[in-house]
């Protein structure tokens, strides 16, 4: 999901924080399987019900979707 991520910073300016679910029992309860999950966010808001944008795969249009929502456009060139 990472590496799939890459490809968005040409249209996009966001800063990726990882964050290992398995060191926290939490987090592990509430994705479980779903990992990698992609949320929007610091890791912080993790605990107050962020949603998630996708998991195991980058979902190209809604990250696009939230990304250009949320302020994350660069600007033309």
Do not use: N
Not at 27 to 53: H, K, N
Request: hydrophobic share 45%; glycine share 10%.
């Amino acid at each position: 999901m990472k590496v799939a991520l890459e490809s968005l910073r040409r249209d996009f300016s966001f800063v990726l924080h990882e964050v290992d679910v398995d060191s926290d029992a939490g987090l592990e309860d509430r994705f479980g399987e779903l990992v990698p999950v992609l949320m929007p966010g610091p890791p912080e808001a993790l605990d107050s019900g962020a949603v998630q944008l996708c998991h195991y795969f980058v979902d190209d249009g809604a990250v696009r979707e939230w990304l250009a929502a949320h302020g994350g456009a660069r600007a033309s060139r």
